[in-house]
């Protein structure tokens, strides 16, 4: 007798895990604008939402990230690295007389100045060298993760150059947007550049040539918007009130019907949201040691946030003048920071406060005031203060077996102890 077998057919979804990826910049006289950039660039790269972006300086040859930085980037173990190539546009954004210069020198007779800039200000700058950083990649991280499998030694060539033409090939493929589809963005060029950097870098950021993609909408901020963007730059998520998303939305949609958009719905739309989609991490971790918040305003703090989300399941960074008496934001910052903390699901997520430049005092200070209660009770967070340095030497036994930090990421939660890879910290219990 045969048995009929009933077949039913479903679709499968595939997913993977992105390359850690690592996109190093030069932060040249405004490390802001750069930085920026830098995130602008990661968020074309499928995998970027899960992409550091690492500040050099020094030597244009030897230039290297700071020291600080580096037992964290060794936890991170980038899988491949680039170098972000500077262009025209960008060296006119340190020096405005860039431009005149430049138009007066190479305009044909039969084109304005503005065609001019237009046809010049995309070309890149001479290609930066990488053997500086090159060097500390070799000494902390695990050799160069290619098709070569026996290759032993991070190299100079190893760092790709990424400039903004770039396009697929290799390792970093960028991510295209499907005809049917839509990017959201925001217009954040009416906004202090620190704040812009802080929710760019949460959500990604088209640079200017992508937004005159007719399925790439730029919505408009205003300022009673501004509490509510640092909200989602510090945790993550929008809060319930406070950001008129639907009247910002309809701003830009053409057509008289009107339309709606949660929150759910725009983070959903972002470039980082984009570059992540068909990605998933290897393995699942319970939440974090603490959400780390690191306090400064250099492009090491910055980056050293990024790290934090990406090793710890979140980082955030703020700038220390937004936690000053007379900032407006104080508030918003010291609320989104209790917000932070129900995230966990004992609703009891202690918050590490940490920095590269500021000083020992300086961030026992921030990490009191952070903890003092607002007037409102149910905003108050106790601290708990605690130390621990480490030395940032090679001479580790994550240096001495390089696979190491990769087995122990994929295979157990990060622990209480390996907060000790942050530069000083002070944890808000």
């Not at 930085?69 to 060296?91: F, I, K, Q, T």
């Not at 990604?204 to 205003?222: C, F, H, Q, T």
């Not at 306090?295 to 790290?307: M, Q, S």
């Amino acid at each position: 007798m045969t048995v009929m077998k009933h077949l039913e057919y479903r679709p499968v979804g595939a997913r993977l895990r992105a390359p850690r990826f690592v996109l190093a910049y030069r932060p040249m006289a405004d490390w802001v604008y750069m930085a920026r950039c830098a995130v602008t660039q990661v968020s074309r790269v499928w995998g970027g939402s899960g992409a550091v972006i690492l500040p050099v300086s020094g030597d244009t040859q030897q230039a290297t990230t700071h020291i600080s930085l580096l037992p964290s980037l060794r936890n991170y173990d980038p899988d491949h690295v680039a170098g972000l190539v500077p262009s025209l546009e960008d060296a006119a954004q340190m020096d405005p007389t860039v431009r005149g210069r430049l138009v007066a020198q190479y305009a044909t007779p039969d084109e304005g100045s503005d065609t001019t800039w237009n046809r010049l200000s995309s070309l890149s700058l001479r290609m930066p060298r990488w053997e500086g950083l090159a060097d500390q990649l070799d000494g902390w991280c695990s050799p160069f993760k290619g098709i070569r499998q026996s290759k032993q030694r991070f190299e100079a060539h190893d760092v790709r150059n990424l400039g903004q033409e770039h396009d697929s090939r290799g390792s970093l493929a960028t991510v295209s947007l499907p005809p049917d589809d839509r990017m959201l963005t925001l217009d954040l060029s009416g906004v202090d550049p620190m704040i812009a950097l802080m929710v760019e870098t949460r959500i990604g950021s088209a640079d200017a040539a992508a937004r005159s993609d007719e399925n790439i909408m730029e919505l408009p901020v205003e300022d009673e918007d501004l509490p509510a963007l640092i909200h989602l730059a510090v945790t993550g998520k929008p809060r319930a009130t406070g950001w008129d998303l639907g009247s910002r939305f309809r701003a830009v949609v053409e057509g008289d019907s009107p339309q709606e958009l949660t929150p759910d719905e725009f983070l959903a739309a972002t470039p980082l949201a984009h570059a992540g989609r068909w990605t998933t991490q290897l393995s699942s971790y319970p939440p974090g040691p603490a959400a780390c918040v690191v306090v400064g305003e250099t492009a090491d703090d910055h980056a050293l946030a990024i790290l934090c989300d990406r090793l710890y399941g979140h980082g955030a960074w703020i700038p220390t003048r937004m936690l000053a008496d007379e900032s407006p934001y104080r508030r918003v910052i010291k609320n989104a920071l209790h917000t932070l903390q129900t995230f966990h699901d004992d609703g009891d997520l202690p918050v590490l406060v940490t920095s590269v430049s500021e000083p020992h005092e300086a961030l026992d200070a921030l990490a009191d005031d952070l903890a003092s209660p607002l007037p409102t009770p149910d905003t108050h967070v106790p601290c708990c203060t605690f130390r621990r340095r480490t030395s940032c030497s090679r001479n580790s036994p994550a240096h001495a077996v390089p696979r190491w930090n990769a087995r122990m990421r994929d295979a157990a939660p990060p622990s209480r102890r390996r907060c000790g890879d942050l530069p000083r910290h002070s944890l808000l219990t």
